[in-house]
DNA sequence: AAATAAATCACCCGATTGGGTAATTATTGG
DNA sequence: CCAATAATTACCCAATCGGGTGATTTATTT
């Protein structure tokens, strides 16, 4: 069988429970894939650590520490140590958690209600690059990507302004009445006459099908048509 | 060494081009984690196969098929069988391409330079549940969710309109001035007179510090104040 | 050359808006 | 229990808005 090679995994944890460390470290030290765990109560540690010289492939992070937590470390790992792979451990399945722990970068999301056994499978899988994400969470993952407006591979996200058909005057007044500005203040912007800018807004409502300037903004705003 | 067990995966291609398939199935088959290997001119006979019985555990799926393509595929797929894990095939890094694929399920988009033995990697750490995203996409993911408000665990997300002091009232006539309802629009709705409406719009863009409802209605919307 | 569409402006009119000021009634937190 | 806040309504006023209708100029297309 064409066994994949997996290169030793140097480790890293972040617990601010010790037992918590020391169990873990155990477990995970019988995989001989793995070739080196240092353990640490808190981000601000290890963060020094790698400032000093070890960095690990992989760190797993503990979601409530004390000093800064989870999601702030992953952020500042990333920043200055983009390599270093970060594996969320969260014993609470909060949303907000995951969305925040992906968006800072975080290369998986675990419950720490997993087994060993699948951990380690998720630490292997993100050892190649992979993110993991538990089912719990699939449909916010599903969720943070728009929605294409159609299948047609060269009009997947095709503004919808094209479709109301807005000529690129209309478009250039669109975006200044989503700023906020009235019609002579638009009428200013772009040197015409208040009368003019009127006329514009008055096509603009009709061709998007609504009857005041709020929706038109509305609509503008949650189909990107900047 | 403790190694991962994987289960022997059922595997389908679908790819437009004959000698690709061949060459797939050839390579891919060489692996014996690899049970069977189906292939598909098109997403439409694969659906079908589907239909009529044999499931794969995972699908190679490419962008450009004839009849609907990849992404389009993909959400027929995820809908009726969402156990199917789908792999995209692209040979365009269309960023578009990416993040409707992602939004349509997809557990991995891989660009079609890589070489067979990433190709199982990506396979196996999907089959586990892993998804998969290419160095290029990595910026979209991250961006794809939304940043956090701060990073105290207890207010990631906190809306910005307890930011503004918005009361309980405000918020809801703020959700119909939204909808771009008229005051008396308003009034009708939560019956109170168009005078009160008129007094809680009054209040609700002095507390989000702008001077009339379009700018309200765009910043509701843009930060998520539903 | 003729037709079409885009961009420009004017004038009218009734409805709606935003900014004040002021007052009454719960409700709630110290 | 008292002060503060929220929710309610009324009235006034100037500015803005949305809906018409109509007209001119400049491109672009046919």
């Known amino acids: 069988m064409s066994s994949i090679k997996y290169a030793k995994i140097r480790l890293s944890i972040v617990d601010s ?54 999601i702030e470390a992953t952020k500042l790992i990333k920043k200055e140590f ?28 675990v419950q720490k209600s997993i ?16 993110y993991w994400i538990g089912p719990d969470h699939i449909n916010l993952y599903k969720e943070a990507f728009p929605k294409p407006d159609s299948y047609d591979l060269q009009n997947l996200y095709k503004k919808q302004a094209s479709s109301f058909d807005l000529t690129v005057r209309e478009k250039q007044v669109l975006k200044l009445l989503v700023e906020g500005k009235s019609n002579s203040e638009i009428a200013k912007e772009i040197i015409i006459s208040t009368n003019t800018a009127k006329a514009h807004v008055g096509n603009i409502l ?21």
Chains 1, 2 share one sequence.
Request: aromatic residues 6%; charged residues 25%.
């Open 82 to 109: 983009p390599k270093v792979k970060v594996i969320i451990l969260s014993s609470n399945k909060d949303k907000e958690y995951f969305i925040a722990s992906m968006y800072e970068g975080a290369n998986a999301f």
């Open 206 to 226: 009709n061709k998007m099908h609504v009857t005041d300037r709020v929706q038109a903004a509305v609509i503008a705003v949650k189909s990107n048509i900047i």
């Open 115 to 130: 087994d060993h056994e699948q951990l380690m499978k998720i630490i292997k899988a993100v050892h190649f690059g992979a």
């Open 17 to 70: 429970c010790l037992l918590t460390r020391i169990s873990l470290k155990h477990i995970l030290s019988t995989f001989d894939i793995i070739e080196k765990i240092k353990d640490f109560e808190n981000a601000d540690n290890f963060i020094a650590s790698l400032k000093s010289s070890h960095i690990p492939d992989i760190v797993l992070m503990s979601m409530d520490l004390n000093g800064i937590n989870g």
